[in-house]
């Protein structure tokens, strides 16, 4: 059973930068791709980025310039850097691996930026 726990969140000032990173365990399947996303509560989840197998990789308008997605394959892990961070990027940010027709969720890691 594969795995994501999504680890590196935290309270930053707006500006300021943070990188967090989803670590798969459990043997994933290859190849896979991984997306981020956002959600704050009560509100819906927004894709914040994409990246393949290939390292392909696209980003959400909001957050394009601000935000680069990488990955590690022999670690399993994808990370997310976040750049000139505003206040209306504070949310839980997950992680979902696809690959094979099937999709695995992280349960997240919170990024908060203060004004």
């Known amino acids: 059973q594969v795995q994501l726990v999504e680890s590196g969140g935290g309270l930053v000032q707006a500006g300021g930068s943070l990188r967090v990173s989803c670590t798969a365990s459990?043997?994933?399947?290859?190849?896979?791709?991984v997306s981020w996303y956002r959600q704050n509560p009560g509100t819906q989840r927004t894709l914040v980025a994409h990246?393949?197998?290939?390292?392909?990789?696209n980003y959400a308008e909001a957050v394009r310039g601000r935000s680069t997605i990488s990955r590690d394959k022999a670690k399993h892990m994808v990370f997310l850097q976040k750049d000139n961070l505003e206040p209306e990027d504070t949310a839980n940010y997950c992680c979902?691996?696809?690959?094979?027709?099937?999709?695995?969720w992280g349960q997240g890691t919170q990024i908060t930026s203060s004004s």
């Open positions: 979902i691996l696809y690959t094979r027709g099937q999709d695995y």
């Open positions: 459990g043997a994933a399947p290859v190849p896979n791709d």
């Open positions: 990246i393949s197998f290939r390292d392909d990789y």
